[in-house]
């Protein structure tokens, strides 16, 4: 607000002195303030590139390294061959790669239907107690080490049965992908508006029809993406497969028999002294990151193609 005009001892006029100087002062104040602001502004955004940085860096770094020993192992007979013999050259990883394949598989179809049951239920019935231990329990899987669900199934499976086996493997396996599964999926099915279920329930559908046909199919896409990182999750575990599985040097798809796998044939390789073994370790594990990588792109592909669909 302008300040009015004292009458000067000349007869004319002149503005008061205090007023001109407080307007000064002022403004020399916001322009320290922006000033100030501009500065953290900048600090606060070099901070979070660094921040960045440190995450984006040593995930590279393996990428790069990993795909510079891996790669020169990679040829046809890597994906064709069986192992050679030990101080033989050449060879594959044909059994440890349709190995883990079969495993993973055998995890998704114990592992997912039983995640995504258990979050159709805590987020549409689930308000009681029950509801509670079932969330504690998810909780508290997921940060369970991978080795005690492998002890977990050596004794559910292993031990009854009198020997290793593939079932045993997927069987650990799956219960690992379980919370990941219920965690995702229960949040994405909370995403869902209450007013699609009300409309449903408004037309007499009753609730099992409206989560079966409006809840589920508005939350495929988030049930899609948690689906592939439980698989990411379980692809390159080595320890619950040491209890279960245990390994095979001969090509077997049964599942009541041990069969091999990628992470326990990249661990038997690596802490072996042969330099041959050593070479097809990396391009076991090369291939095995390629799997994960490949997973996530393709979670990502068919999320966004089913939001342009859903548009």
Do not use: C
């Amino acid at each position: 607000m302008n300040r009015p005009f004292l009458p000067s001892t000349d007869g004319g006029s002149s503005p008061d002195a205090s007023y001109v100087l407080s307007q000064l002062a002022w403004s020399g104040f916001s322009v320290l303030h922006y000033r100030r602001r501009q500065l953290v502004d900048r600090l606060v955004t070099l901070l979070t590139g660094l921040a960045v940085l440190t995450a984006v860096v040593p995930l590279f770094s393996i990428l790069i390294y990993v795909g510079v020993r891996g790669l020169p192992a990679l040829n046809l007979a890597f994906f064709t061959q069986m192992p050679k013999p030990i101080g033989e050259v050449g060879g594959g990883m044909l059994n440890a790669i349709v190995g883990s394949i079969l495993l993973v598989g055998l995890a998704a179809i114990i592992g997912l239907p039983v995640g995504i049951m258990a979050a159709i239920y805590l987020s549409e019935y689930g308000r009681g107690r029950l509801a509670d231990i079932i969330r504690l329990f998810t909780e508290v899987m997921s940060g369970l080490p991978s080795i005690v669900v492998g002890i977990f199934a050596y004794a559910l499976v292993v031990r009854p049965l009198h020997h290793f086996s593939a079932l045993a493997g997927g069987i650990a396996l799956g219960v690992l992908m379980i919370p990941v599964v219920t965690r995702t999926t229960e949040e994405m099915i909370r995403m869902v508006p209450q007013s699609l279920r009300e409309a449903g329930l408004a037309l007499g559908l009753p609730k099992w029809r409206v989560i079966v046909s409006i809840v589920l199919p508005a939350a495929v896409n988030g049930i899609i993406t948690g689906a592939m990182l439980s698989i990411a999750r379980v692809a390159g575990e080595t320890a619950p497969l040491l209890f279960t599985a245990l390994n095979n040097a001969f090509f077997s798809i049964s599942l009541l028999q041990p069969i091999a796998s990628l992470p326990v044939q990249i661990y038997t390789y690596a802490t072996t002294p042969y330099p041959e073994l050593h070479r097809l370790a990396w391009g076991g594990a090369f291939v095995l990151v390629m799997m994960v990588l490949i997973t996530n792109l393709l979670t990502r592909f068919l999320v966004r193609a089913g939001y342009q669909v859903d548009r």
